[in-house]
């Protein structure tokens, strides 16, 4: 649905580059400026001069004007803390319907203690994940400069949310790149279906991610990724809701799967402003978890010392990393294919949540994936794979004494089980060849179908054992 309002509480919103070096900045009207030397831009708020609720327990009075969608929304109904847009050029499709919900069987397997574990379900979004959150943004930022072509690289969620902005409202073509091979087909089939433009090229993700950044530049297409600072405006909602979720009270730890850096990245931003306005008083502790077949924030955040450092973080370190990759034709390798990414674009910007938030980075294996996201399925929710590195993230922090279990954890469940069912299937039914894809997978907790013949006595056996 496209909102049409006389309202306009846009205000001192502007776009500026992040790093301390660059000292440039942009109309929020500006369509894609480039920032000097590639730098990432960033949405900045000139918060004096913008009306903000005294306290977050304001916005829950939305709950009961829910007929008006900007207030269906659970992105738009917090829209004086992402300030950027007139009402009437926000388009919405009801996104943001999402769950935080305490798990005590999840925070067994976590080692937490039961009360202290809660899942934040993305899966309830329109397209099945949390992209939704930041593409209902962007797309209301495409409307506002009065794009008429959009596009992404996508391992699968992006490419799905910005086809479903696209085909509901009408306002603008659709191309999506995707790897050759990269993609799940749960997500494919969103894509394809909701009548977006898909070129599957040669390559794996960071490969469809540069041609799409050229293309786009050349064409003058309106491009989608979270590279685009009005994305990660939206995703900052998750953390809202979240907190209401919580009573307004800020969790011990937030804890995020770590592909691209969009989320974690917008996530610090959000705390960091809501400290500013005073509608926080303390921050929580963020946690990234990579998959251990695309770890390049573990390797240069654990292993090169990378940090924010003030907003000048060492390009040397990080120029060098990516030369020896290429050098090697170092390629992402998991089953997890959500976070499949070797050279996430908001490196820095996380970097920036790190630092605000005292953050850890960690990778976990497909194995250790798959197990925590077959725990998370047996308690009630069933997610993607890249769900899943959360959890394990969570369980192998406990067991180094770095989250106690008496601490209060939120972890982020990316995306709905159906995104990716092949791989839960290969799980259950202990298919090791096709789990095996960065290495052996031994499923722990795996729930094989039973093979009965076509007799009722037979039938009957396997009934009785169960219940003995």
């Known amino acids: ?94 996104e943001g319907q999402t769950v935080l919900q305490n798990n005590p069987g999840v925070a067994r397997y976590a080692g937490i203690n039961s009360s202290g574990l809660f899942l934040q379900y993305e899966g309830m979004n329109p397209s099945g994940s949390f992209k939704d959150n930041g593409m209902t943004a962007a797309s209301t930022h495409a409307r506002m400069i009065g794009a008429k072509i959009t596009a992404c690289a996508s391992t699968g969620n992006t490419s799905a949310s910005l086809a479903i902005y696209g085909g509901v409202t009408g306002l603008f073509n659709v191309v999506v790149f995707v790897g050759s091979g990269k993609i799940a087909y749960g997500k494919l089939s969103q894509a394809l279906d909701y009548g977006a433009v898909t070129l599957q090229i040669q390559g794996d993700f960071d490969d469809a991610l540069k041609q799409v950044r050229r293309v786009c530049a050349e064409a003058n297409i309106y ?58 008083d303390r921050m929580p502790r963020l946690a990234v978890i990579n998959a251990r077949g695309a770890s390049t924030l573990a390797r240069l955040y654990n292993d090169h010392g990378l940090r924010w450092n003030g907003g000048a973080p060492d390009a040397g370190i990080i120029n060098d990393y990516y030369r020896r990759m290429d050098e090697e034709d170092g390629r992402a390798n998991t089953l997890a294919s959500a976070i499949e990414i070797n050279r996430p674009v908001n490196l820095t910007k996380c970097l920036r949540a790190l630092d605000a938030c005292e953050g850890v980075v960690r990778d976990v294996s497909d194995e250790q994936i798959l197990d925590a996201k077959a725990q998370v399925g047996r308690h009630g929710f069933g997610c993607e794979p890249a769900s899943g590195a959360s959890v394990a993230g969570v369980k192998l922090l406990r067991e180094e004494g770095v989250i106690a279990p008496s601490d209060r954890v939120v972890c982020i469940l990316t995306g709905h089980q159906l995104k990716d069912p092949d791989i839960t299937v290969a799980y259950h039914a202990d298919n090791r060849q096709a789990l095996a894809k960065s290495g052996p997978v031994v499923p722990h907790h795996g729930n094989a179908p039973i093979p009965v013949p076509n007799d009722f006595t037979e039938i009957m056996k396997v009934i009785n054992e169960l219940s003995a």
């Open 1 to 94: 649905m496209i909102i049409s309002t006389t309202t306009d509480f846009a205000s001192a919103a502007y776009q500026a580059c992040l790093l301390s070096r660059h000292t440039d900045t942009f109309a929020v009207t500006d369509a894609c400026p480039r920032a000097p030397q590639d730098d990432l831009l960033d949405i900045q708020y000139d918060w004096d001069r913008i009306p903000v609720p005294t306290s977050l327990r304001e916005f829950e009075a939305r709950w009961n004007n829910r007929r008006n969608p900007l207030d269906y929304s659970g992105v738009w109904r917090f829209r004086e803390l992402l300030p950027f847009a007139p009402e009437d050029q926000i388009v919405t499709i009801g």
């Open 223 to 280: 491009l989608c990724n979270s590279v685009n600072p009005f994305r990660l405006e939206g995703q900052k909602t998750i953390m809202y809701r979240v907190l209401e979720g919580l009573n307004w009270e800020v969790p011990d730890w937030i804890v995020v799967p770590g592909g691209n850096l969009g989320n974690s990245s917008a996530f610090g931003k959000a705390f960091m402003e809501l400290k500013h306005l005073g509608l926080i």
